[in-house]
């Protein structure tokens, strides 16, 4: 078989590509799981279309290794008839036979997931199973074009022992419950999902049903142990959906389902069925910041979706974002504004040892991208948008920037693009400032105070960044005034006078600006 010519289009340095070849449009997984063993035992069908003429395509997708961890492929089908294939370098290339343009394989697999379905025990000692596939993880347990990019339908057919239950993207169709050991569980997805957040989920769960919201389902999946508590917690999910529903738009998908799991991350916002931390839950709410940042990914990550990782932010920093629009919602403008406060300090950590812009494509491993920068920062520059913008303004760009790429895919530039079409001018200067340049204003500043005047000198110690700073004039009178400064250039001087004389001075008391303060 020749395999000779280029298939794909690297995406990353560590080799997961983006196929040239062909767009998935569904991928169907009936899967065996059992008690015995960690081995899985798949079907898949996989619906593409052609992209091009050639008639032989690849899928992401690992093979065996020497630790007896991968997948081994079984046959490949199409038509019933037996495809040439190879599965080498985790990368599985099928021949196809036909000219048609939309084409249907399927494929035959077993093997003991190294990584992306994470099967072992929760920390009371009971056996789960758990998909966690961000950020390309995906290809470790199904065959796949592992980008977020390449979004696709996902239907799941679990068979699992009876006494678990399972949860999936999509909406429950049916449960068989002929066999004699085993239960199927039939999900399907109305919606195009990618791969970073397909899952399944499986223990023995004690579920609940909280209130539903503009006729979303929301429930609680948690294990056994401590189930109060983890309800407990879980319960806010209903009014985070409400608010996030009636800020941004309609929710995306057919249900919300609120999942404890023994998974990587604290939180994994996969479309409708987030999975969080078995040891987040814990009774005391102390999570619901968590909460709100899984939901809010429900609309910005998983259905208007990054086009490439550089583009991160616009799934990180709006969830990072949006979960503290929803802390001033509920707990107020102080709470608001210390947080963004410590967010600020964290960006001016981060950036000490690691500079780089908010879009960054010098990355090594994705996992470098989950830092300061797409997360605090992105918050930031949106927060920073927001004040510039207007309440109103903002709000409406959210939602036509959400209502453009709904099921979809975005970048950076897209973003701009409708804050340009809302407001009717340039943000040019605003998004090549903070979001396609590095750094944030290193302030240097020096207040001279002479009875009712003050004069400041103001430098810029590393570049010129162009910002509004506002100075709280704290008078000996016991009033304050609040004076802004234009600051475009290194070295400014500005002068105010003042209805008494000046106390002491406070940079930023509104908390509006990225920036850092140097002694």
């Given at each position: 078989m020749k395999l000779l010519y280029i298939l794909f289009l690297c995406a990353f340095p560590f080799g997961i590509a983006i196929s040239q070849n062909i767009d998935v449009k569904k991928y169907t997984i009936y899967i065996e799981l059992n008690d015995e063993t960690d081995e899985i035992w798949v079907k898949e069908i996989i619906?593409?279309?052609?992209?091009?003429?050639?008639?032989?395509?690849?899928?992401?997708?690992?093979?065996?290794?020497?630790?007896?961890?991968?997948?081994?492929?079984?046959?490949?089908?199409?038509?019933?008839?037996?495809?040439?294939?190879?599965?080498?370098?985790?990368?599985?290339?099928?021949?196809?036979?036909?000219?048609?343009?939309?084409?249907?394989?399927?494929?035959?697999?077993?093997?003991?997931?190294?990584?992306?379905?994470?099967?072992?025990?929760?920390?009371?000692?009971?056996?789960t199973f758990f998909g966690d596939n961000w950020p390309n993880r995906a290809h470790h347990w199904f065959a796949c074009v592992d980008h977020p990019s390449d979004k696709a339908l996902i239907e799941y057919h679990v068979t699992v022992p009876k006494k678990y239950k399972v949860i999936a993207n999509g909406s429950l169709k049916s449960i068989d419950t002929t066999m004699q050991n085993y239960n199927m569980f039939h999900y399907n997805s109305s919606h195009e999902l990618p791969t970073k957040v397909m899952v399944i989920g499986v223990a023995d769960f004690k579920t609940k049903e909280f209130e539903?919201?503009?006729?979303?389902?929301?429930?609680?999946?948690?294990?056994?142990?401590?189930?109060?508590?983890?309800?407990?917690?879980?319960?806010?999910?209903?009014?985070?959906?409400?608010?996030?529903?009636?800020?941004?738009?309609?929710?995306?998908?057919?249900?919300?389902?609120?999942?404890?799991?023994?998974?990587?991350?604290?939180?994994?916002?996969?479309?409708?069925?987030?999975?969080?931390?078995?040891?987040?839950?814990?009774?005391?709410?102390?999570?619901?910041?968590?909460?709100?940042?899984?939901?809010?990914?429900?609309?910005?990550?998983?259905?208007?979706?990054?086009?490439?990782?550089?583009?991160?932010?616009?799934?990180?920093g709006f969830a990072t974002y949006f979960a503290n629009l929803y802390l001033k919602q509920i707990k107020g403008e102080k709470i608001f504004l210390n947080q963004m406060e410590s967010d600020r300090q964290r960006v001016v950590s981060f950036y000490k040892n690691f500079k780089s812009p908010l879009v960054d494509s010098n990355y090594v491993d994705l996992e470098d991208l989950l830092n300061p920068n797409s997360y605090q920062k992105g918050s930031w520059v949106l927060h920073m948008l927001r004040l510039q913008l207007s309440d109103s303004l903002f709000r409406e760009s959210i939602r036509k920037y959400y209502d453009d790429f709904k099921y979809g895919n975005a970048n950076s530039k897209d973003f701009q693009s409708v804050i340009e079409t809302v407001t009717g001018k340039e943000w040019d200067d605003f998004f090549n400032q903070w979001v396609f340049s590095e750094g944030h204003p290193q302030i240097k500043i020096e207040g001279k105070i002479s009875n009712s005047k003050i004069v400041f000198e103001v430098r810029q110690t590393n570049q010129a960044f162009e910002f509004p700073l506002t100075i709280r004039l704290n008078l000996t009178n016991g009033t304050y005034e609040d004076v802004q400064l234009l600051i475009s250039d290194l070295k400014q001087n500005f002068t105010f006078q003042t209805k008494s004389k000046v106390k002491n001075y406070l940079l930023d008391p509104k908390v509006e600006l990225l920036f850092e303060q140097v002694k």
């Open positions: 619906n593409f279309d052609r992209l091009n003429e050639e008639k032989e395509f690849a899928l992401d997708f690992v093979n065996l290794k020497s630790n007896g961890k991968g997948m081994v492929v079984d046959t490949v089908h199409q038509n019933n008839e037996y495809n040439e294939f190879e599965h080498i370098n985790d990368s599985l290339f099928i021949q196809t036979y036909n000219n048609d343009i939309n084409q249907n394989v399927t494929i035959y697999y077993h093997g003991i997931p190294n990584d992306g379905l994470i099967i072992g025990e929760n920390k009371f000692g009971d056996r539903s919201v503009y006729n979303t389902p929301v429930s609680g999946w948690v294990y056994k142990n401590q189930a109060s508590k983890a309800l407990y917690d879980l319960e806010l999910a209903s009014q985070v959906l409400n608010f996030f529903i009636d800020y941004i738009g309609p929710y995306p998908y057919e249900k919300l389902a609120n999942v404890q799991s023994t998974t990587r991350y604290g939180g994994m916002e996969n479309a409708g069925c987030i999975f969080y931390d078995e040891d987040a839950l814990n009774g005391t709410r102390s999570s619901e910041s968590l909460i709100a940042h899984e939901i809010a990914h429900q609309w910005f990550g998983n259905s208007a979706s990054e086009e490439d990782w550089e583009h991160i932010w616009l799934s990180e």
